[in-house]
């Protein structure tokens, strides 16, 4: 199933994605769903009634207000980490663990919608391509062997960050967590559809031109040892997002470094998953 949330009659709604358009599901918000998923997905596969026509502008993030802020890894594509380190000068050392940062969850923006840009906090503003994994039920020192029973599905998210801001305070968060730099969507596939998660195209266009393009299945730690690292002594719960990383092709390691800037529109990418298209400015 595709899940998404929307604008409907001006409220936010869960609705199953069909190619005729939307399926209003009213009554459940998607956190809702995720959490009574055994009890209510029978129910949602076989709704009827008309459909909403598919329009991008009503669609929302589909966790519009996570909990939790959004998980993320770092440095978990072999030659983003080497376009980094030669960016700044340094020896490319690829991570014995994973390495993890959060966004806030103010940063969550619909899939669609404007990127914010206000030059005097951040004029360094960059793209980064990611497949994000959510999770369906919670646990805690969950096992590679049992991770993967632990997904509800994947979504796509923009890592949209603050380069500037990202190394002037020397740590991922404030540079990652901007009001609405993270585009995440343009809905939840859920696990069922995807056969292997690990090999799956991976893209990002900026004005048309092709910035990333990489397959799922270059990640350094895979989804099980992701989540067995995350889990280890830390209770994961329903709604998690996990961004699993972002291949090389990112702007502040280009030479020269290029940046977003009002008018640009970014295009992120996971084949089977679905698209975001978002505006700068």
Known sequence: M????FLHNDTPTLGLVREEGIIPAPGLSMLEAIEQWEAVSAELARL????VPL???RLLAPIPKPRRNIMCLGLNYAEHIKESADARGREAKTPAHPVFFT???HAVNGPYANIPFDESVSAQIDWEAEMAVVIGRGG?????AEAMSFVFGYSIINDVSARDLQFNHGQFFKGKSLDGACPMGPWIVTADEILDPHNLPIRCRVNGETKQEANTGMMIFKIPAIIESLSRGMTLEPGDVIATGTPSGVGFARTPPEFLKPGDVVECEVESIGLLRNKVG
């Open 2 to 5: 595709r899940l998404a949330t």
């Open 48 to 51: 009827t009634g008309p459909a």
């Open 55 to 57: 329009a991008r502008e």
């Open 103 to 105: 966004k806030a969850t």
């Open 140 to 144: 805690k020192s969950i096992s590679q």
